[in-house]
Structures are given as structure tokens and as C-alpha cells.
């Protein structure tokens, strides 16, 4: 009984790590990009650590320090800072966008700083000269702030809100 007990134990372990073992594959600690595709690994990885796109850098999500000329995550998620010249996120973004042009075509959670910010769904805060959101829970300052659906003030000057 004993016996059996162990080998089950050695399959179920075996059958854990084979299945993980693709998941994990797709993560890297580290990207360095000159022009996606010329990158140390694929747009198809996922990079959770420190991105560092010399000119333009594309992975599928990024968690972590992204820094570059032009930051791209895809179909994922991006989470932690990024810093650059244009930011663009065409999944979620949640964290810190410090770019002059910010762009995060689904929901943004966080903080966005840049000449230009543009969310989907915005929820926390925006300040730049340009803020568009097309839902909001937040705060918008800038120049321009715009609230597609549900703001208090559909564009207004100065500052807008939705809460």
C-alpha cells in the first residue's frame, strides 16, 4: 500500500512539473531589444524583471522595469514602471506610465504621466497636457481632459473626475 502510495505521489509530482514546465518556458528575467524582432528573446515571451528597448521593444506582457525608446506589450499585461519616449500597452496596464505619450487600449490601473495619456478603462490617475479616457474612476489634470462615458464634464479644462 505504501508503495503505491509513493508512486502515485511520483506521478502526480512528474505530471505537475511537465505541465508547468511550458508556462514557465514562456517567462524570461530579462529582454534587451534594439528593434523588435533584433531582441535577445521573441515578442512571444513574457518578461517578468527589467526591459530595456534601445529603440523599440515588443514582448507579449511584461511585469517589472521597462525603459526604452518605445515600450509594446501585446495580448498581456503590463504591471510595474515604465519609462520612455511612447508606452504602449494593447492589453491592461496596471502600475506607472511615465512616457511622453502613454497608451493603454484596455483597462488601465495606476498612474499615467506624459505629455499625452490615453486609456480604455481608466481607474486612478492621469496628468499630462492631453488625458483621454473612455470610462473613467479617477482624475484626469491636464490641458485637455476628456471623459468618453460617465465622466462629470465630457472634455473639460484643468481637471476632470469620475468616481
Not at 67 to 78: C, E, M, P, R
Not at 105 to 120: I, R, T
Not at 124 to 151: D, H, P, S
Amino acid at each position: 500500500m505504501a508503495r503505491k502510495s509513493c508512486l502515485f505521489s511520483v506521478f502526480v509530482v512528474c505530471a505537475l512539473i511537465l505541465t508547468a514546465a511550458p508556462v514557465l518556458a514562456q517567462t524570461r528575467p530579462i529582454q534587451i531589444s534594439l528593434v523588435a524582432p533584433v531582441q535577445i528573446f521573441p515578442e512571444r515571451y513574457s518578461i517578468t524583471g527589467l526591459r530595456l528597448n534601445l529603440i523599440y521593444g515588443r514582448n507579449v506582457s511584461v511585469t517589472g522595469l521597462d525603459v526604452g525608446l518605445v515600450n509594446h506589450t501585446t495580448t498581456g499585461k503590463f504591471k510595474g514602471l515604465q519609462y520612455g519616449l511612447v508606452g504602449l500597452a494593447d492589453s491592461d496596464c496596471a502600475g506607472w506610465q511615465d512616457n511622453v505619450v502613454n497608451i493603454t487600449n484596455g483597462k488601465f490601473e495606476g498612474f499615467q504621466y506624459g505629455f499625452v495619456n490615453y486609456a480604455g478603462n481608466m481607474n486612478g490617475f492621469q496628468l499630462g497636457f492631453v488625458n483621454y479616457a473612455q470610462t473613467a474612476k479617477g482624475l484626469q489634470i491636464g490641458l485637455i481632459n476628456i471623459i468618453r462615458q460617465g465622466g462629470l464634464f465630457p472634455v473639460f479644462p484643468i481637471i476632470n473626475w469620475s468616481f
